[in-house]
């Protein structure tokens, strides 16, 4: 299902597609409107570091990061990046899928300190560990709180009402 | 009243008329109560439930999306300085706890604990859905299924959120309420 991509999302395809070179695992290609690339989790720091910096890209802005649960399907998490230029007017979604027995990844805190509370909230919720994240504490749930709410295996009927 | 030694000065003479001798340490009617009767005397129960109802200090308890009725409500366009209510942050001198949002498990322990930290007489007025049986987020996670697992409630305003108009009711409603409890009857 592809949409009409607007002349940014038409400029930034055409600069990824010569800059992706460098990261041999990541492959472009679009969804809806955004353009998307597909990388590997242990890619995921090099690559975020290098579209944050380079004088073309310019992706200063971390807009969200969330966790799809394809766990039914093929065992797998997914995290989703949401990151925006806003020099260029680019967006970009970033997706990498991780195993969902022992789902690690590096954390990109380092490069955009906007990542902190996202993956606080990630790991509350799914149970994703990220390396390198200085402060892993819950955010959203009580201390103490058992199995993760966000993935599609927990039990939503036998909820404890207090 | 009879002569001790002389020095015994008869009761009626320095208390008045409307001395009754017999019935203890009685001061005599005021001038007042012997003219109109029971016109200006009440019990003190009933003067210090009108005290305590027309100057409800509230802790106002804002969580989520019902705090900005609240704060409506307190507002120029339906006052409720009006009737005496003025939000308080600190427990200690607060009246009523409204509590008005989504109490989430999280909260419950800081609730419960500004909860006994108020001094007696106080109420609590559940504001919204939320606050009274979990509102919208039914079976949720994260959520208390209403304040009410946590703490006596004594008013419950429904409404996802509820009116300005609505919630001025429910604070009128607690001051029947406190006034009601004031006349217990032997």
């Known amino acids: 299902m592809t949409q009409q991509l607007s002349e940014f999302s038409i400029a930034l395809r055409e600069t990824l597609g010569k800059k992706l070179s460098l990261f041999p695992s990541s492959i472009l290609g679009q969804e809806l409107d955004m353009i998307m690339v597909r990388t590997n989790p242990f890619d995921i720091v090099n690559l975020c570091d290098f579209l944050k910096n380079d004088t073309e890209l310019m992706f200063t802005y971390f807009a969200s990061l969330t966790v799809v649960d394809y766990e039914q399907v093929d065992k797998t998490l997914e995290v989703v990046y949401h990151l925006i230029s806003l020099t260029k007017r680019y967006k970009l979604t970033i997706k990498s899928s991780i195993s969902s027995d022992n789902p690690t990844i590096n954390s990109v805190t380092n490069i955009w300190r906007a990542a902190d509370w996202f993956e606080r909230e990630a790991h509350d919720l799914f149970g994703v560990f990220f390396e390198g994240h200085p402060n892993l504490k819950p955010l959203l749930l009580y201390e103490g709180f058992e199995g993760y709410p966000g993935r599609k295996s927990f039990p939503f009927h036998e909820y404890k009402e207090w | ?186």
Request: aromatic share 8%.
């Open chain 2, 1 to 186: 009243m009879s002569d001790n030694d002389g020095q015994f000065i008869s009761e009626a003479k320095f208390l008045g008329e409307g001395y009754r001798s017999g019935l203890g340490n009685n001061p005599a009617d005021s001038v007042f109560n012997r003219v109109l009767p029971n016109a200006l005397t009440a019990k003190s129960d009933e003067l210090f439930a009108l005290a305590r109802k027309s100057s409800l200090w509230t802790l106002s308890f804002g969580l989520a999306c019902c705090a900005i009725e609240m704060i409506s409500t307190h507002m120029s366009h339906h006052d409720l300085d009006r009737f005496g209510v003025v939000t308080w942050p600190s427990p200690r001198q607060a009246d009523v706890m409204i509590v008005a949002g989504t109490v989430v498990k999280k909260m419950a322990d800081p609730i419960k604990l500004l909860y006994e930290q108020m001094p007696e007489p106080k109420w609590v007025i559940a504001m919204g859905a939320c606050a009274t049986n979990g509102g919208p987020y039914y079976k949720s996670y994260s959520v208390v299924m209403g304040v009410d697992h946590l703490i006596p409630v004594d008013v419950y305003i429904p409404g996802c959120p509820p009116r300005p108009e609505a919630l001025m009711h429910g604070i009128m409603q607690l001051q029947e309420k406190i006034t009601m409890d004031s006349k217990k009857l032997p």
